[in-house]
Structures are given as C-alpha cells and as structure tokens.
C-alpha cells in the first residue's frame, strides 16, 4: 500500500511541469500571433502613410519643370525605405498565423502592386536623367548669360569714356588722382587705366562664373548617378520582392 502511494505522488510531481511547460508553449505562440498582427498593422499604416505622401508630392504642377522633376525624382529615391520597411512588415508573417481570406485576397494585390512599384522606379531613372541634362543647359545658357552681360558692361563703358567731353573726362581725371596712388598724368593713359580695371574685373567675373559652373556640374553628375544607382537598386529589391510574396498569389488563386 505505502508503494503504491509513492508512486502516485512521483507520477503527480512529474506530470505537473509537463503541463506548466505545455501552458507556457500555448502562451508564447498566442503572444508571437498577437507581436505580428500589431506588425502587420504598422506595416499598413506606414505604407498608407507612405503612399499618401507621394500622391501629394506627384499632384504639384510644378512636376513638369525641370527642377522640380528632377528632385521629385531625387525624393522617391531617398524615401524608398518607407516602402520597403512598409511591404517588410505587411509580408512578414509566422507559421502559427492564420490569415483570413479577405486579406489574402488583399496581400495578393498588394505582391502585383510591388511589382508596378518596381517597374516605376526603373522609369524614374530616365526621368532624373533626362532633367539632369535640362538643368545643365539652362544652367550653362544662365552662366554664358551673365558672362555676355559683363561683357557688354564693358563695351559701353568703353564707348562712354570715349564719348565723354573734355571737360567731363578732365573731371574725371582729377578726382582719378585724389582717389588712387596711381600716377596718372594724361587723359588718355586715364582711359586706359579705366579700360583696363574694367576688363580685369570682367574677366575675374567671368572665372568666378566658370568655377561656380564648374561645381554646380559636378554636383548635378554626382546627384544623378547616386539617385540613379539607388532607383536601379531600389526596382530590383521590389521585384525580388513580388517574387518571394509568389505565396499570396498561388494562395488567392485557390481561394478564388
């Protein structure tokens, strides 16, 4: 008899955490369920917020402009992690989980819709591409603007010192001398002096000009090869996307 109660004592202490391990178990997987619907949530959110963003951001009618494009283009590119942390959480998704068929209709969509994003970002590259060339013409045709303007200073300064009266450029040469060091004894070594202040200061103009066109080019070609490079990179990540959500579209086909 007191055998028997032993046993069923070692029985009772071996099968109570067997059970306590078994409740644990079922309450971690109802915890996990729970963690990745609030992710799946997020990943909702964020891609609602995301597109919202863009839809307002492409309604401008400043998109036709060069510069305007051109950091439209820029701005997709930069923001493209929005988009992928969004579809990461919305795709993400545990062995335990059950989705309903409502959603997996919607997660079917939402695959081919990743696939439309990343043919897009293949079309931004031209885009960017494209205004980049637009906004170094303009550019270009601004500096050769500002040069000829300086240019054409120059010449009718020439033409007025060479019109001026006698009296006027006598004048001229007086305060001339009270305000320089220079010795500056006749009219004519007057206007050459003049002449030639003008020219250096055009032509100092004109290199200040050329070195800031110079920069604004390297900058433009860097810009536009790293946005290139990031939409490029951004349109493969996408596809390889649509192609690992293969699941939500076998699985809505049976569904349907």
Not at 24 to 29: A, G, L, S, T
Not at 100 to 110: I, V, W, Y
Not at 151 to 173: C, F, I, T
């Amino acid at each position: 008899m007191l055998k028997y109660r032993l046993r069923r004592l070692r029985k009772s202490f071996q099968s109570k955490p067997r059970t306590s391990s078994l409740t644990y178990k079922k309450i971690n997987i109802a915890v996990e369920q729970k963690s990745t619907h609030i992710i799946n949530l997020v990943g909702y959110v964020m891609l609602f917020l995301v597109l919202l963003d863009y839809a307002f951001l492409l309604a401008s009618k400043q998109v036709f402009e060069p510069g305007f494009a051109y950091s439209t283009g820029g701005n997709l590119v930069e923001k493209v992690w929005g988009l992928l942390l969004g579809f990461l959480l919305i795709f993400y998704r545990r062995d335990q989980d059950l989705i309903k068929p409502a959603e997996f209709r919607l997660l079917s969509f939402l695959s081919w819709f990743v696939l439309v994003i990343g043919i897009s970002y293949f079309l931004i590259i031209p885009i960017i591409v494209g205004n980049a060339v637009r906004i170094h013409r303009l550019e270009q045709a601004q500096m050769m603007n500002q040069v000829n303007v300086q240019k054409s200073q120059v010449q009718q300064y020439s033409q007025q010192l060479n019109q001026a009266s006698p009296k006027q450029l006598d004048d001229l040469l007086q305060n001339y001398q009270q305000t320089t060091d220079l010795k500056v004894t006749s009219v004519q070594q007057l206007k050459s002096n003049l002449l030639d202040q003008a020219k250096q200061k055009q032509a100092a103009t004109k290199q200040e000009l050329l070195t800031k066109f110079s920069q604004q080019k390297t900058s433009l070609f860097k810009t536009t090869v790293k946005w290139s490079i990031g939409a490029i990179i951004s349109g493969v990540c996408f596809i390889l996307i649509w192609k690992h959500t293969n699941w939500t579209r076998a699985k809505s086909k049976i569904l349907n």
